[in-house]
């Protein structure tokens, strides 16, 4: 996470023959047992003593971890994205790679049923077409998993981007101030002024025809805004902290105090609000493709399928709930590993 | 259990009973890694008019014990035992119940007059609220008593001033509000945690002599939450020191300053420094200053101001004019507002100064740039005063203290590391500490990091700006024997900044008081603070307290007298303003 992993540094200086399995924070309790017989010896150093617990050491970021994976509803949320990450990836392959999904999402087959999903839960059943067929006959479980596929890669490279470009500008902004600061968050506000999604249609159109890289790359352009805020506004405040001028004092030069120094410590506003991003991104990208700005057929993506089949609600309602299901699902899912993360990068909220 | 008392509890007389009581108080946080237990089985009890100290160390449950006489710990703390106000029993009562304790049997002074105010209402209206909250005044009555109240409290124009906020009141003016809201509803136990830590000490001169007029003209019973002995002697009736969530030492003021028997508490006493100790009395004294020594530092009429918007700009430091020399460590002493950790800030370059000139080691530090720049900052070390703040909380220790010198590119691989395990050696901390994380350590051990830091590439100039306030007295001693052990054993100059006299005393050379961005006072140490020539010295030595109660008592007077001289008013609850 931080760039001091590489750096070359003893291993466990004299903490070899130590107990292992023991808690590191053990130290902090430790007031509980001892009772007067023991107090002389503390009275010698009313300092904790370092030797006394050297075990592995928790770092920030250990700490931040460990409290996430307590966060129950995280957990389920990254069950479920889990899942839905395996199920899109490997049941229809991912380019030249086969999955275990015999059918394909553009080949015809011949409807069964009027088309409806043939999967029951009891008895527990799969059956010929799963999510039922549409209208021509093609596989729907085939097609949704091909939309989700797209979605997910537009998404999470929508939020990789906007964190990026969000990220590099905040910190700028926010570091140097001055007339680079005035410069960029006034670019900022250009682009916010301008609604996302009008913006969005208008250069999707023309990406779009270039494929759904084109297309996760523009939305990327006009999706940073929120987080390049955030960024400037925590790096405002980081950058009179007193480390920093120690820092600045030392002589270190710019770029590496805001490397080194400001970004590690913006960390958990970052990683909130890019998996946040992600989750907007999802549902930005199925409303371009709902209004027709967005993935062109023959390819697909969740909301195209809605959009395709919006008018199919009464007389086939599977081919708008599963497309449907899917976005609320991932959407929920990012969204809750969000929630956790902000919980585990500041405990004190959930403290009282 | 007389047959004609009908209930339970016995009958509470105001005059003889206490009006604060803990027994066998016990309490337990609930953590992220477990429970800690905070206070164990505590027998306290206050009187009315009495002022009891509780003394300790951050970290020995002092605070948390007073905060359950307002029953207002958070929800994670399980408490045991029993707190008493007069005659309510804190933690049987209902939420409702609670509220209507508050404010009204017992009040609070907080430590951070900044943070206790409510910065967007007005004063008067902060103080009417409890009144009217408790049905004591309304409306313009409560008005007439919260101006009332903040004459009595000493604060001139008081009419004005009510209706004026918090941030056009300088820091002692917002104290005595905050008393003045302690005293809106005739409370039986004021609570003052830390009341003048973030106060200077001619400040908190005053706010310890109104605290003092209070017990005697109201019959308030004071609990005193403080670390520092000075305090302690100057108002304390009683004195229960604190140590790990129990009281290991109780008595009058006089049996326990004077004659210690507990171990911790006095260690406790000899860690307090001295005024007038002098050099030596941590163990070690810096070396005097070689005659022939060249200049470290020069500073000539450095001027820094700060632009304000619309407004002319603010001259924090005003042709400031001080030498330091090889070898030698000079104090930097002033209040808050004095402009000392300006001019450290501006030595570092970290703002820019507006005119005047500074040489460190012969080189124009102001004019130099890239490559000479960095050369002249590898020559000058920096310890910031907050040692959680100073040091960057993703880096592990070892890290920290090998930043400067991967910076600079000095040493690399295994011999920066060795490096930087000799310098935790110097600094007294294990070598395991490399990879722990700052947060893993207590404040002492912090700011052993942080000097470590400062030294790793043996500066021949260290900046020390308030290196020891944010530490507790024992953890200061250490830090301060250790700094000057390692003057020593370095010899480097050292302009050492700080507000605290008996700190400076223990270890410089020289001494330069500011007051107002400039110059008072120069000279050598012993001739500055034991034969000062200038008023502010004079009432800056005064308003230190020492830590023996006979002793302060004296000073006490002499301060009293010497104030008389300067025309001064000396502080006093004035109880005709609160007849109503």
């Known amino acids: 996470m931080t760039s001091n992993d590489d750096q070359t540094r003893p291993t466990e200086p004299v903490m070899g023959d130590m107990p292992e399995k023991t808690d590191p924070l053990d130290h902090l309790l430790s007031v509980d047992e001892p009772e007067k017989t023991d107090l002389h010896d503390h009275l010698l150093t009313v300092e904790e003593d370092l030797e006394g617990n050297t075990d592995r050491s928790y770092s920030q970021g250990a700490l931040v971890l460990r409290r996430f994976l307590r966060h129950r509803g995280a957990m389920v949320a990254v069950g479920g994205l889990v899942i839905v990450l395996l199920l899109a990836f490997t049941s229809i392959g991912v380019g030249p790679l086969p999955g275990w999904w015999p059918k394909n999402y553009s080949d015809l087959y011949p409807l069964m049923n009027g088309g409806a999903p043939t999967m029951k839960l009891w008895p527990p059943a799969i059956g010929e077409h799963p999510f039922g067929q549409d209208t021509i006959g093609k596989d729907y479980f085939a097609q949704v998993m091909r939309g989700a596929q797209i979605s997910l890669f537009i998404a999470f490279a929508v939020g990789i981007m906007a964190t990026i470009i969000g990220t590099i500008i905040g910190a700028a902004a926010g570091y140097l101030r001055g007339f680079v600061e005035a410069f960029l968050m006034r670019t900022t506000d250009l682009f916010i002024i301008i609604p996302t999604l009008v913006l969005a249609a208008v250069l999707g159109q023309m990406a779009s025809k270039a494929g759904v890289i084109a297309l996760a790359l523009v939305l990327g352009l006009v999706s940073w805004t929120g987080l390049a805020r955030l960024v400037r506004a925590e790096v405002l405040s980081l950058r009179e902290r007193e480390f920093v001028a120690a820092a600045r004092a030392i002589g270190t030069p710019t770029p590496r105090i805001i490397m080194r120094h400001i970004l590690p410590n913006a960390l958990g506003t970052i990683v909130v609000n890019a998996t946040l991003l992600i989750s907007a991104a999802i549902l930005i990208e199925s409303a371009l493709s709902f209004l027709g700005f967005g993935v062109k057929p023959p390819d697909t993506s969740l909301g195209l399928l809605i959009s395709n089949y919006q008018s199919a609600l009464t007389t086939r309602p599977w081919l708008f709930w599963w497309p449907g299901v899917f976005i609320l699902a991932i959407a929920l899912c990012v969204n809750f590993i969000g929630d956790g993360l902000r919980d585990a990068f500041d405990p004190r909220q959930q403290m009282d | ?580």
């Open chain 2, 1 to 580: 259990m007389t047959p004609h008392t009908n209930t339970n509890t016995p009958a509470y007389n105001a005059e003889t009973d206490p009006v604060l009581k803990f027994s066998q108080l016990d309490v337990n946080f609930k953590t992220e890694f477990g429970r800690v237990h905070a206070v164990k089985g505590l027998d306290l009890q206050v009187m009315p008019g009495e002022v009891v100290a509780l003394v300790g160390e951050s970290g020995s449950g002092k605070s948390v014990t007073a905060t359950t006489a307002l029953g207002l710990l958070p929800k994670t703390a399980r408490i045991g035992g029993q707190t008493l106000v007069a005659d309510k029993i804190i933690n049987e009562l209902s939420e409702r119940g609670l509220r209507s304790v508050r404010g009204n049997r017992v009040a609070m002074v907080f430590q951070e007059p900044m943070t206790a105010l409510n910065p967007v209402i007005r004063i008067g209206e902060q103080l009417t609220e409890a009144m009217e909250v408790h049905g004591i005044a309304h409306g313009r009555e409560a008005w007439d008593r919260a101006v009332g109240l903040l004459e009595a409290v000493g604060i001139p124009a008081a009419r004005r001033r009510a209706r004026e906020f918090p941030h056009e009141l300088s820091g002692g003016m917002r104290q005595r509000v905050v008393i003045a809201m302690a005293l809106a509803c005739d409370p039986e136990v004021i609570i003052a945690d830390e009341p003048t830590t973030a106060l200077d000490v001619t400040v908190q001169a005053d706010i310890l002599d109104l605290l003092r007029s209070l017990k005697d003209q109201l019959n308030t019973g004071i609990l005193l939450i403080t670390h520092n002995m000075g305090v302690v002697a100057d108002m304390a009736d009683r004195v229960a020191v604190m140590f790990k969530g129990e009281i290991v030492e109780r008595g009058t003021v006089e049996e326990v300053l004077l004659n210690p028997q507990h171990p911790y508490t006095r260690r406790l006493l000899d860690a307090v420094p001295h005024l007038g100790a002098g050099h030596g009395q941590f163990g070690t004294s810096p070396l005097p200053v070689a005659a022939d020594a060249g200049m470290a530092l020069e500073v000539k009429d450095l001027v820094v101001e700060y632009k304000r918007e619309g407004k002319k700009p603010f001259r924090a430091v005003d042709g400031v004019s001080i030498d330091v020399r090889r070898g030698e460590i000079v104090g930097l002493v002033g209040e808050s507002g004095s402009g000392k950790s300006t001019i450290g800030r501006a030595l570092l370059g970290l703002i820019p100064s507006t005119s005047g000139e500074v040489r460190v080691l012969g080189t124009d530090a102001l004019s130099v740039r890239g490559k000479g720049g960095n050369e002249l900052r590898k020559r000058i070390g920096v310890i910031f005063q907050d040692p959680a703040a100073s040091l960057n909380p993703r880096l592990p220790v070892g890290d920290v203290i090998a930043e400067p010198m991967s910076v600079h590119k000095v040493a690399r691989g295994k011999e920066r590391e060795k490096k930087v395990l000799d310098l935790l050696e110097a600094v007294q901390l294990p070598r395991s500490a490399y990879n722990r994380y700052p947060h893993e350590l207590s404040g002492g051990q912090r700011q052993r990091v942080s000097i470590a830091r400062a030294l790793s590439l043996q500066p021949d100039l260290l900046i020390a700006d308030e290196p020891t306030s944010a530490l507790d007295v024992s953890v200061q001693a250490s830090v301060l024997e250790m700094l000057i052990g390692l003057q020593r054993e370095f010899g480097f100059a050292c302009l050492f900044i700080s507000h605290d006299l008996a700190v400076i005393d223990s270890l410089a050379h020289r001494v330069v008081v500011m007051q107002y961005g400039k110059v008072v006072e120069r000279g050598n140490r012993d001739q500055v603070l034991m034969n000062p020539q200038e008023e502010y010295t004079k009432r800056l030595l005064a308003a230190a307290p020492v830590p023996n109660p006979i002793e302060q008592k004296r000073r006490r007077d002499e301060r009293h007298a010497l104030l008389a001289s300067l025309g001064d008013e000396i502080v006093t609850l004035d109880t005709r303003e609160l007849s109503m």
